[in-house]
């Protein structure tokens, strides 16, 4: 897998830093912190609860402000503004720096953050990122399960075509299904294109079906990436035995029309990811 076997576990020792002033004059370089890409509904939660295991690091999912409207702004503006840099600061500066100023590396799995990565990448130099990702089939049932783009209230907040792309004629008139599997294949090409802009020692790709698998030299990989001695195995099995945030009933197959509209959008970026289109839904 991509970028896993490059990575090699190591003790977490972040800098001392004392305050914001300190850390603003250092430009928060030595400032150690994690954030996740992904469109929700792929472990991001149960992520943040391994991490958790760590006594080196504060992990948070959904930490207040979630961001939902500013991240799509973000979008929105493809977070060219310098508008997006101040906000992030404003938004998470004193929480990254308090897990520093205590030894501990901040790691945050809030999806809504994946529209605001370059702005991350750019005002935090020493930060790590992870882009979460699962088969297109399984996100698109469990957000139509949900009501995606039909009857979600976080709706008025999740992204569409830019106003100037070809798709946002077509939006109004296409179904749920293909509403969501474009939405999961916009989501994670944003992803993309911002691990592809970092270095190696930046980004990690991380397919859900992995973390879910406990693939030893997966879970591995995750702890290195932020400079964190792997946890237990023990630790590990509970927390992937949890469940977290699992659809509260099983969302409904997709019929082989349906497959075929989803990967009409959903195709080419899961192909670039490595998922095969299934013979039937």
């Not at 783009?149 to 109004?172: K, M, S, T």
């Not at 691990?195 to 997966?218: C, H, I, V």
Request: hydrophobic share 45%.
């Amino acid at each position: 897998m991509r970028a896993l076997s490059r990575l090699r576990a190591q003790p977490a020792r972040p800098p001392f830093v004392r305050d914001l002033a300190e850390a603003y004059a250092r430009g928060w370089v030595g400032v150690p912190c994690v954030f996740v890409l992904s469109t929700g509904r792929v472990g991001s939660q149960t992520l943040a609860a391994l991490y958790a295991l760590s006594p080196h690091a504060h992990a948070e999912h959904e930490p207040s402000p979630v961001l939902t409207y500013a991240s799509f702004e973000a979008y929105r503006d493809r977070c060219e503004s310098p508008h997006w840099r101040t906000l992030v600061y404003g938004a998470r500066d004193e929480t990254v720096l308090n897990a520093a100023a205590r030894g501990r590396v901040y790691v945050e799995t809030n999806n809504r953050l994946t529209y605001l990565a370059p702005a991350l990448a750019d005002a935090f130099p020493d930060s790590r990122f992870i882009h979460l990702h699962r088969d297109p089939l399984a996100v698109i049932r469990s957000g139509m399960a949900r009501g995606y783009f039909v009857d979600n209230g976080w709706d008025y907040a999740r992204i569409r075509p830019r106003l100037a792309e070809p798709d946002a004629a077509l939006w109004p008139r296409m179904s749920q299904i293909e509403r969501c599997a474009w939405w999961w294949a916009r989501v994670n090409d944003e992803a993309l294109d911002v691990m592809g802009r970092l270095p190696p020692e930046r980004r990690l790709d991380l397919p859900a079906e992995r973390l879910f698998g406990a693939d030893p030299t997966t879970i591995a990989a995750l702890f290195a990436l932020a400079g964190l001695r792997t946890p237990p195995p023990g630790g590990v099995a509970k927390v992937l035995g949890a469940r977290l945030n699992a659809q509260g009933r099983r969302a409904a197959p997709l019929a082989a029309a349906d497959v075929d509209a989803a990967y009409a959008f959903a195709g080419p970026t899961a192909e670039r990811l490595g998922y095969q289109r299934p013979i039937s839904g």
